[in-house]
């Protein structure tokens, strides 16, 4: 990882702070729990639309970004724009990407789905035109282009789900860098405090006024005919999707 990485600072104009949150909402009340302390962080604005069309670009550097799994490519166009977009798999620096209606299947190149041919992995993928790439962001992911309609293109996610996605929506060429992710090992609880993770209990740990799980003598089961959330809501396998507008646009459900 450390050996295609560039050793430099991130790029001054393109980082800001982001206060945290610690796992509260709005409101000021925890909605995510577990979450808080970790080592301090800046942000860095990643162009996820790459919105320069029509102007090529060279990575001038591949950089680890501490708010994301994959790593960041940071691009310098032909007008001395710097911006930073998610790198692909096997990028290297010195490569050149362009942005474009219609250009050539090349890793790290961003085009229009109507314009990729069948079979190709794509990422970084727009639900809506012009509202920047919303699918497969995370690292060693990609999904495959399956077919072509009138005015859709189907895509098959990693999940298997067949889903129909408008074709004048942009993707990129290749697969998200980092797909040795997966693979990696915390190793100690003190790393995960660092990331921002605090310590888990478990349900069956706990009281009976704490977790639906609570309550017994030693290691006892859950006690229940299913296992639910802290408020009481089934949990493990239970579809949590509500009828939405896009049901349509899926052909084929995940397994």
Not at 99 to 109: A, F, L, R, V, Y
Not at 123 to 132: A, D, K, R, V, Y
Not at 136 to 148: I, N, W, Y
Not at 227 to 233: E, F, H, L, V
Request: net charge positive.
């Amino acid at each position: 990882m450390k050996q295609i990485l560039t050793k430099k600072e991130p790029e001054k104009k393109l980082i800001i702070f982001l206060k945290k949150k610690a796992g509260r909402a709005s409101s000021g009340r925890i909605t995510v729990r577990h979450r808080g302390g970790g080592v301090k962080r800046l942000y860095r604005i990643v162009d996820f639309g790459q919105e320069k069309l029509e102007i090529p670009g060279k990575v001038i550097a591949l950089e680890y970004d501490p708010n994301r799994t994959a790593f960041l490519a940071l691009v310098e166009y032909q007008d001395k724009d710097k911006r930073y977009i998610l790198a692909p798999a096997n990028i290297k620096v010195g490569d050149e990407i362009i942005c474009s209606e219609k250009t050539e299947i090349k890793i790290g190149n961003r085009m229009k789905l109507k314009n990729i041919p069948i079979g190709t992995q794509v990422f970084n993928i727009e639900l809506e035109p012009g509202l920047g790439g919303k699918l497969m962001r995370s690292a060693g992911t990609s999904a495959k282009v399956v077919a072509q309609e009138e005015k859709y293109t189907q895509m098959e996610l990693p999940s298997k789900e067949i889903r129909r996605i408008r074709n004048e929506c942009f993707a990129s060429i290749g697969q998200v860098s980092h797909s040795e992710k997966r693979f990696e090992i915390i190793g100690k609880a003190g790393r995960k405090r660092l990331k921002g993770w605090r310590p888990t209990v478990r349900g069956t740990a706990m009281n009976p006024c704490d977790h639906p799980h609570g309550g017994g003598q030693g290691k006892s089961p859950i006690g229940m005919k299913y296992p639910k959330t802290p408020w009481g809501k089934p949990a493990r396998g239970v579809k949590t999707r509500r009828k939405r507008w896009t049901d349509k646009l899926i052909l084929k459900r995940r397994k």
